[in-house]
């Protein structure tokens, strides 16, 4: 299935711009969400909490709360542009019974923060219609070569 793009959160712009995040020293994580997120996705983006987002997968049957961290991740910088890569995707494997239960629609990528709390920077939408991970199956999110986004 084909996902859409990544859209950065509003105050994720102004954090990156001010050099607010220390990516080297903070891992960088997916999280999966529910189609009840639509209703927070779709309003002015301005978010500061993942907690905001809201409707996160229950932890179970493979999916961990927080989502999956990017393994690998690290900056590569040139003249024009900075990018941030994992070195492979992110996955959940249905472990027990079907992951999300018809209710997986979006994927959100933030930053863990001292004392825990996570900042939301982008998400995406990963299918039109809301979807399941069926038992024993993997469902893997992999930015083109593992680029997760690109600042110019």
């Not at 903070?26 to 301005?46: E, M, W």
């Not at 978010?47 to 905001?52: D, F, G, I, K, P």
């Not at 994992?86 to 959940?92: H, K, S």
Request: with cysteine.
């Amino acid at each position: 299935m084909a996902a859409g793009t990544w859209d950065f959160f509003v105050r994720c712009k102004e954090k990156l711009g001010l050099a607010t995040f220390d990516f080297s020293a903070r891992a960088l994580r997916v999280s999966l969400h529910s189609i009840g997120a639509s209703v927070n996705l779709s309003a002015a983006n301005d978010m500061t909490a993942l907690s905001e987002v809201g409707s996160e997968l229950a932890a179970t049957r493979g999916y961990l709360a927080n989502g999956e961290t990017i393994s690998g991740g690290l900056w590569t910088i040139s003249a024009t542009d900075a990018v941030y890569k994992g070195i492979t995707g992110v996955f959940w494997s249905a472990n027990g019974g079907n992951l999300g239960s018809g209710t997986i629609k979006y994927a959100v990528l933030h930053v863990s923060l001292a004392g825990g709390s996570r900042f939301p920077l982008a998400w995406v939408t990963l299918s039109a219609t809301p979807f399941l991970v069926a038992d024993a199956s993997r469902l893997t999110i992999n930015n083109g070569g593992g680029d997760y986004f690109k600042i110019q």
